[in-house]
């Protein structure tokens, strides 16, 4: 009996003594995750992988009250079930949420990412990201650099992954990042975004394969996303890589390339989203409000097709700006370019529909840009599903616009054009891109003052219809594409006179904020 008593005192002190080895901290308030502050590590991909997601911000250590989130790494795997409380953090290295984890964020949390690193928060498939802001407490992510100093790419951004389909089967995210996103569950939850900001994100690690402000690779309708705002990307703004997901109350503030970029297969429905432009900053492949393509190489037997539904944009291109030119010695990046990597280039269009994508987008305007639609025949059959009505541009108006149409990427003529031979059908006629928007049900070619639009925020430019705006009437929902999940409102664009939902949780000075 005695032997019995002395080896079980035995077991329990290297018990002890093994829980020692494995955390530096204790710690078990602040964050309080219900693990008592025991960091269990693990390998993930020959990544270090833990349980935990919080470090000290002075030496990597483990933390659970750290402000660090990841260990410091260029990349780490976090594996367990952990809430940020309110506060502000470090974001070091691309940190993945690993299949069944997640991670959750309270309201009027700060997380700046950090510059040497390129940081970047990464839900990948099966993996939860939790952010549900408010109106008067949003979640911020942002650069870390001092006010005045903050620059597009300071970081590089934030990415949810899920199971629902593209039209490659599998797909890595665009990047850089290992993560591989694709499946066949339309309805998978990737978490929430909801009352959150993604400020100076987006780096470019590849030529073409740059990090967006907000990236969504096959996203399921499962996901939350809503009132999201993404300014001064370095690359888009959002872009979605297939998937289901549906979007609501989405601003693109001053990015980089093209604000709301529709890839392999994604067919979510978007209401309400606001694209305003910089007219220093357009990225060297031409900058749009929409890309939308179907796959790199145009085929249409890719499937599911590229089918988005988007209703009640509002586009501010740079033309909106007194003084625009549309030259490469205007166009300088201003006071944020970072001599990143990132080249400049030109603005292009409203809508460029291109690679056998089915876009739809009603009740919307679009305002100042140098040209109005693109519907690019140069790969796949674009032109042709647009003549048999498998895309619909229905109650949108254009304003001050250089050219209504073009044939072809970087062609700035409104002139008959075919995209393949690259040559001039007849200089005569117009484009069929012009003919085909006005031949739709709805749309209108506005003289831009009788918009009555007012700058209500301080942007810059006016995007919001005061009382008397025309635009405040004439939208439909009639199309069968308008399910019942959108809202049936009745103005064109993104919003009613005095409109208040862009109140409280948005920032259009960013740069001179205290963070």
């Given amino acids: 009996m005695k032997k019995i008593k002395f080896l079980g005192y035995i077991g329990i002190l290297a018990l002890a003594a093994g829980f020692t080895a494995c955390s530096d901290d204790n710690n078990d308030g602040g964050n309080g995750d219900g693990a008592g502050g025991k960091y269990i590590w693990t390998q993930d991909g020959g990544i270090k992988a833990c349980d935990h997601i919080l470090f000290s ?60 690193t ?13 952010a549900q802001g408010s109106e008067t ?42 993560t591989l996103h694709g499946g066949n569950d339309d309805a998978d939850n990737s978490g929430v975004l909801s009352y959150v900001r993604i400020e100076f994100a987006g780096y470019p690690f590849e030529t073409d394969k740059e990090i967006n402000g907000l990236t969504l690779g096959s996203v399921g309708s499962g996901t939350k996303i809503d009132h999201v705002q993404v300014s001064y990307s370095n690359d888009d703004s959002f872009e979605w890589f297939g998937g289901a997901v549906n979007c609501k109350y989405l601003i693109a503030y001053k990015g980089w390339d093209d604000e709301f970029d529709t890839d392999n297969g994604y067919k979510g429905n978007v209401q309400f989203a606001l694209s305003v432009r910089d007219p220093r900053i357009a990225d060297k492949s031409q900058s ?46 201003g006071n944020v370019y970072p001599n990143n990597g990132s080249g400049l280039g030109k603005f292009q269009s409203a809508m460029h529909i291109r690679r056998s994508s089915h876009l739809n987008c009603f009740n919307s305007l679009a305002v100042g840009y140098p040209i109005g639609l693109i519907i690019d025949g140069e790969k796949g059959n674009t032109k042709s599903e647009a003549e048999a009505n498998k895309i619909n541009l229905k109650n949108i108006w254009f304003a001050n616009m250089e050219v209504i149409g073009s044939d072809a990427n970087k062609i700035y003529d409104d002139v008959l054009y075919d995209a393949v031979s690259q040559a001039v059908i007849d200089a005569n006629k117009n484009s069929f891109s012009h003919t085909f928007f006005l031949s739709q049900t709805g749309n209108e070619v506005k003289d831009f003052a009788s918009l009555l639009l007012t700058d209500t925020y301080g942007v810059g430019a006016a995007f919001m219809p005061s009382a008397g705006s025309p635009l405040l009437s004439g939208a439909s929902f009639s ?25 409280g949780w948005t920032n259009f000075d960013p740069q001179n904020t205290d963070y």
């Fill in 137 to 178: 407490e949003p979640i911020v992510f942002t650069s870390e650099e001092a006010k005045g100093s903050r620059k597009p790419g300071d970081w590089g951004g934030v990415i949810l992954c899920g199971k629902a389909r593209n039209n490659q089967t599998e797909m890595q995210i665009e990047g850089g990042p290992r």
């Fill in 288 to 333: 749009n409000g929409f890309e939308s393509d179907n796959c790199a190489d145009g085929t249409a037997s890719a499937t599911p097709l590229t089918a988005a539904t988007f209703s009640n944009v509002t586009f501010i291109g740079p033309r909106a700006y007194t003084g625009f030119e549309n030259t490469t010695s205007y166009i300088n990046g």
């Fill in 57 to 116: 911000e002075i030496d990597g250590s483990e933390d659970s009250d750290g402000r660090q989130i990841g260990n410091g790494d260029k990349e780490f795997v976090f594996k367990g079930k952990q809430t940020l409380k309110k506060g502000t953090y470090l974001l070091k290295g691309w940190v993945y949420i690993a299949d069944g984890a997640e991670l959750t964020i309270e309201k009027g949390t700060i997380i700046k990412g950090d510059k040497q």
């Fill in 479 to 503: 199309d069968a594409l308008l399910t019942s999940w959108f809202e049936k409102v009745n103005y064109i664009g993104a919003f009613a006179a005095g409109d208040t939902w862009l109140e």
């Fill in 118 to 130: 390129k940081a970047a928060l990464i839900a990948e498939r099966g993996g939860k990201l939790i």
